[in-house]
């Protein structure tokens, strides 16, 4: 009888050894990426460790960061001493532990000389990220961080460029947690015009997006507008990138009442970003401006996104304002307003959303339109909730100039008229009909130029096509000479 027992495939083994690795080890392994990607001149190894660096960070601690230290630099490193000088010193028992568990397994190997400098930027990035878990190390992070980006720059090694990008946010996420966002402004604008001058795309992308950042954290929205008409975002910038990128647009966009390009750019900023469960922060924040943005463009949004498991507790309050802006209720929409002020203060959306009481009432007095042929003036102040007949004729006036509704104002008799629906055709539908097509060609239009092929694929190719043709010159110089018979390659029939 065949035993029914399979055996591991090596993916599976390679899922297993991925899911027991410790953070020391896994932080060997990056470093020896890092030595390879810098001896084959191959950034692509380090963009593989810096891929790994969300959730690596979340598993160190002081004794990972030690032992990791301590197994990569030899003994007599000055490296390793000046690294070591920002971790606190082991404990006797932490030692005793240690020695025990080394006594027992095989001693790793010891080097005998410092890795790359490349490595030891990366071990002062994870050191760096660590001092953000708590807040007595804030002021320590500012120091490290102005630390690493002097080494930094007095190396001036390309090699290090992909690491370099991930410093930068490090560093504005130091001076952000220790109140002091805006004393980096004139470090990130001299660093910006060296990339540029570089052509270093990963730093430059970042510093743009790390500056932007500051601008909206003080509410410098023409600052913002300006460093965008000023400078040219990087094509090769990886995908998280260009989802912040598109994302401040969207708020600059927002603020400045272009709905349209604040739409566009906030939807690229959702197509571009990681997952959702990668990344939920950036995924509710960029969604709470996209709710509100469709509102402000008179749509309303799909339901859907209201039930996605991420987004369900975070867009709850905005779930609110939809249906008050869905039903044109302005008492329901001052009332849902007051009630969550403070959230949409936090968010930076409160002036954004004051804006939608006009779309409450235009959307009220379109239903209203759409449901009489003729109203009153004052039935409409008392479905809408306005406060007098006066405003109600006004509003309804600059709704029919707006093109919001089809009808007129009957003064004397002090009524609306309405006029029946538009039909699904005209120059509004074939535009957005091509604004769709033109969104789907930019599509395949990126998707075309992120592929990635294979090095030298069509060399084989060109060396088969080669073959052919000697194997033919050859077969048609044997019939020339009458080597090859007319019954030759008939397979004997």
Same mark, same amino acid.
């Given at each position: 009888?065949?035993?029914?027992?399979?055996?591991?495939?090596?993916?599976?083994?390679?899922?297993?050894?991925?899911?027991?690795?410790?953070?020391?080890?896994?932080?060997?392994?990056?470093?020896?990426?890092?030595?390879?990607? +810098?001896?084959?001149?191959?950034?692509?190894?380090?963009?593989?460790?810096? %891929?790994?660096?969300?959730?690596?960070?979340?598993?160190?601690?002081?004794?990972?960061?030690?032992?990791?230290?301590?197994?990569?630099?030899?003994?007599?490193?000055?490296?390793?001493?000046?690294?070591?000088?920002?971790?606190?010193?082991?404990?006797?028992?932490?030692?005793?532990?240690?020695?025990?568990?080394?006594?027992?397994?095989?001693?790793?190997?010891?080097?005998?000389?410092?890795?790359?400098? $490349?490595?030891?930027?990366?071990?002062?990035?994870?050191?760096?990220?660590?001092?953000?878990?708590?807040?007595?190390?804030?002021? %320590?992070?500012?120091?490290?961080?102005?630390?690493?980006?002097?080494?930094?720059?007095?190396?001036?090694?390309?090699?290090?460029?992909?690491?370099?990008?991930?410093?930068?946010?490090?560093?504005?996420?130091?001076?952000?947690?220790?109140?002091?966002?805006?004393?980096?402004?004139?470090? =990130?604008?001299?660093?910006?015009?060296?990339?540029?001058?570089?052509?270093?795309?990963?730093?430059?992308?970042?510093?743009?997006?790390?500056?932007?950042?500051?601008?909206?954290?003080?509410?410098?929205?023409? /600052?913002?507008?300006?460093? @965008?008409?000023?400078?040219? =975002?990087?094509?090769?910038?990886?995908?998280? /990138? =260009?989802?912040?990128?598109?994302?401040?647009?969207?708020?600059?966009?927002?603020?400045?009442?272009?709905?349209?390009?604040?739409?566009?750019?906030?939807?690229?900023?959702?197509?571009?970003?990681?997952?959702?469960?990668?990344?939920?922060?950036?995924?509710?924040?960029?969604?709470?401006?996209?709710?509100?943005? $469709?509102?402000?463009?008179?749509?309303?949004?799909?339901?859907?996104?209201?039930?996605?498991? +991420?987004?369900?507790?975070?867009?709850?309050?905005?779930?609110?304002?939809?249906?008050? +802006?869905?039903?044109?209720?302005?008492? *329901?929409?001052?009332?849902?307003?007051?009630?969550?002020?403070?959230?949409?203060?936090?968010?930076?959306?409160?002036?954004?959303?004051?804006?939608?009481?006009?779309? @409450?009432?235009?959307?009220?007095?379109?239903?209203?339109?759409?449901?009489?042929?003729?109203?009153?003036?004052?039935?409409?102040?008392?479905?809408?909730?306005?406060?007098?007949? $006066?405003?109600? *004729?006004?509003?309804?006036?600059?709704?029919?100039?707006?093109?919001?509704?089809?009808?007129?104002?009957?003064?004397?008799?002090?009524?609306?008229?309405?006029?029946?629906?538009?039909?699904?055709?005209?120059?509004? @539908?074939?535009?957005?009909?091509?604004?769709?097509?033109?969104?789907?060609?930019?599509?395949?239009?990126?998707? +075309?130029?992120?592929?990635?092929?294979?090095?030298?694929?069509?060399?084989?190719?060109?060396?088969?096509?080669?073959?052919?043709?000697?194997?033919?010159?050859?077969?048609?110089? $044997?019939?020339?000479?009458?080597?090859?018979?007319?019954?030759?390659?008939?397979?004997?029939?």
């Amino acid at each position: 009888m065949a035993s029914t027992d399979t055996k591991p495939t090596k993916h599976e083994e390679k899922k297993d050894e991925e899911r027991t690795l410790t953070p020391t080890a896994e932080i060997k392994i990056n470093i020896a990426l890092i030595e390879r990607a +810098v001896a084959e001149l191959e950034p692509r190894f380090t963009h593989r460790v810096l %891929r790994s660096l969300t959730a690596l960070r979340k598993r160190i601690n002081d004794k990972v960061l030690r032992d990791a230290i301590e197994e990569n630099y030899p003994a007599e490193s000055t490296v390793k001493a000046k690294l070591l000088s920002w971790l606190p010193p082991a404990a006797e028992a932490e030692m005793d532990i240690d020695s025990t568990a080394q006594s027992a397994s095989t001693p790793p190997s010891k080097p005998t000389s410092d890795p790359v400098p $490349e490595a030891e930027i990366y071990i002062r990035l994870l050191i760096i990220h660590h001092f953000h878990t708590s807040k007595e190390n804030y002021a %320590r992070s500012i120091q490290l961080s102005n630390e690493t980006v002097d080494k930094m720059l007095a190396l001036n090694r390309r090699s290090m460029d992909p690491i370099a990008a991930k410093i930068w946010f490090a560093v504005e996420r130091s001076y952000e947690l220790g109140g002091e966002l805006a004393d980096a402004r004139p470090l =990130f604008l001299a660093a910006q015009r060296t990339a540029a001058l570089r052509h270093d795309d990963d730093t430059q992308a970042s510093l743009i997006n790390r500056l932007l950042r500051s601008y909206l954290h003080y509410n410098l929205y023409d /600052q913002a507008d300006k460093l @965008v008409s000023k400078t040219t =975002f990087p094509i090769s910038a990886s995908s998280p /990138q =260009f989802a912040r990128y598109h994302y401040f647009l969207g708020r600059i966009k927002a603020v400045q009442l272009n709905y349209t390009t604040a739409h566009t750019n906030l939807q690229a900023a959702i197509r571009r970003a990681p997952p959702a469960k990668t990344a939920p922060g950036f995924y509710q924040a960029v969604h709470k401006l996209f709710v509100v943005v $469709e509102l402000l463009m008179g749509d309303i949004p799909d339901r859907s996104i209201f039930r996605h498991p +991420v987004l369900e507790k975070a867009l709850a309050a905005y779930f609110d304002i939809v249906k008050a +802006v869905r039903t044109g209720s302005l008492s *329901e929409f001052q009332a849902t307003l007051t009630k969550h002020a403070t959230q949409f203060e936090a968010d930076k959306t409160y002036t954004l959303i004051v804006r939608l009481r006009q779309n @409450v009432i235009k959307t009220g007095i379109r239903r209203l339109s759409l449901s009489y042929s003729r109203i009153s003036l004052r039935d409409i102040c008392l479905k809408l909730h306005l406060d007098s007949e $006066e405003d109600a *004729e006004y509003i309804v006036g600059k709704a029919i100039r707006d093109g919001v509704i089809d009808g007129r104002i009957i003064h004397e008799k002090g009524w609306m008229e309405c006029e029946g629906r538009k039909n699904g055709y005209g120059p509004d @539908v074939s535009e957005v009909y091509m604004r769709r097509i033109a969104y789907c060609m930019d599509l395949h239009n990126q998707s +075309v130029k992120a592929m990635r092929y294979p090095l030298d694929a069509h060399r084989k190719e060109l060396a088969a096509a080669e073959g052919a043709r000697e194997r033919e010159k050859e077969l048609a110089k $044997e019939i020339q000479e009458g080597d090859l018979d007319e019954d030759d390659g008939l397979g004997g029939f």
